[in-house]
């Protein structure tokens, strides 16, 4: 078999919601660029990579000059052809690799009349669990729904997504507002959810000192852990020191040399794998394995992924025996989707792993133009902007903290 085409298509698909993270936001929408990989025997495999536009699109076409003619089965020479670690100095396609990895898995899957999660050493699990994933939001820029800034106002939506989804596992990504602010935010979380399992993220933005305390504060919830409180392997390595919850990244170790020097010298106890991060489904379960070995804890990081990419996540989380933790999604913040049959259902907390040959999805073409359509017309947005915190920028430690006082409504984020 060999691969005759490579098509990327950049899509845009609406949030419910901007979702404020401690690095700037995602304004009302993800833009993805979804891949089809096309063989000579008709089988067309499916990829998708965060981000978009003419230079993604690009990317992966100039990716056809190494392809083109590449027999897709052959996974471990891909990584040396378009990756190998001496070029990646000059050219990181990290992230290519893996929304290329994802499309030959899923031809190889269609090929031989399996899922993905059945040539990668057959599921343990049928189903994954995931947790909330909660964000603060600003208000819809035309309907003004779905903000989320007052305590108040993040235990209603908890509690809404536990009825909705099942969520028995809460994540509140902070790192917005001042710490003590989300500390405030965070307990009365873990108080009206009494009984269920919480995580915090501020994205690395604290001094060490600021996460030390912050820890100690949080000792007496149901922590499944505190993920990266501050940027760097040194600075959580002093952090565990003090705090007695497990710490976990998807930031500093998302690849297997920073893996091996937390094995050497233990940072970090739990690693989110990330399928897009560390370049593919493949590597994801090598470290998966590489944690195993070492009683490191692993569960599923989300980068913002649409059906394509959460359908990894499935695959993945089905064969991993150490999947220690429910896995994060975007996925209950988007709208809609682009693949065939609409969107994956949660049920009590869980997402089936799909059952199809290869990934298991398939696109809804007329889902894909439009939203192509409607990239097309919006553009891109500013993953390290704050629609309305315009200059702003946040130092690590960072101290520039958004007002929770403040509950404007973002006028300048199209729709
Ligand atoms: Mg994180």
């Known amino acids: 078999m060999k691969i ?75 990584r040396f052809l378009i990756a190998n670690p001496t070029a990646s100095l000059y050219n990181n396609r990290t992230q290519i690799l893996a929304a290329l990895e994802f499309a030959c898995l899923d031809i190889l899957g269609q090929k031989w009349g399996v899922p993905i999660s059945e040539i990668l050493g057959g599921r343990l699990r049928d189903r994954v669990p995931f947790a909330s994933y909660l964000f603060f939001r600003y208000p819809h820029p035309e309907t003004g729904a779905g903000e989320v800034r007052t305590a108040e106002q993040l235990v209603a939506h908890a509690k809404e997504l536990k009825e909705r989804y099942g969520f028995t596992s809460h994540k509140l990504k902070g790192g917005v507002f001042p710490p003590e602010y989300e500390l405030e935010c965070y307990r009365a979380l873990a108080s009206a959810l009494n009984g269920d399992r ?39 390595r002093r952090v565990r020191e003090k705090v007695l919850m497990p710490l976990a ?79 994060d999604a975007h996925y209950h913040h988007l709208a809609d989707d682009i693949i065939a049959g609409g969107k994956f259902q949660y049920e009590n907390g869980f997402i089936a792993v799909p059952k199809g040959p ?44 958004a007002d929770p006082r403040d509950g404007r409504r973002p006028t300048n984020v199209l729709l």
């Open 4 to 78: 005759t085409d490579i098509r990327p298509t950049t899509v845009t698909v609406p949030l419910e919601a901007p979702l404020r993270h401690a690095n700037g936001c995602h304004w009302g929408r993800f833009v993805r660029t979804i891949i089809e990989v096309e063989t000579d025997e008709g089988l067309i495999g499916l990829g998708e990579m965060g981000g978009g536009g003419e230079s993604a699109e690009a990317a992966f076409r100039a990716m056809k000059k190494y392809l083109v003619g590449h027999d897709p089965t052959r996974l471990e020479e891909l």
């Open 198 to 236: 919480f995580r915090f993220d501020p994205n690395g933005v604290w001094s060490t000192e600021t996460a030390i305390w912050f820890g100690l504060q949080i000792e007496d919830i149901r922590n499944d852990y505190l993920e990266d409180p501050v940027f760097g392997m040194a600075g959580m």
């Open 249 to 327: 990244t998807n930031t500093v170790v998302v690849n297997f040399e920073q893996l091996a020097a937390n094995v050497l010298d233990t940072a970090v106890d739990v690693i989110l794998l990330d399928t897009t991060f560390w370049g593919g489904i493949r590597p994801c379960v090598k470290a998966a394995g590489v944690c195993d070995t070492f009683q490191l804890g692993v569960a599923v990081h989300s980068s913002g992924e649409l059906g394509i990419q959460l359908a990894t996540m499935l695959h993945l989380g089905a064969v991993i025996p150490n999947l220690s933790f429910a896995a």
């Open 358 to 401: 290869g990934l298991g999805v398939k696109l809804d073409y007329d889902k894909l133009s439009g939203y192509q359509e409607l990239h097309k017309r919006l553009g891109p947005y500013p993953y390290d902007q704050d629609p309305l915190r315009p200059g702003w920028t946040p130092t690590i430690p960072n101290d520039r903290w």
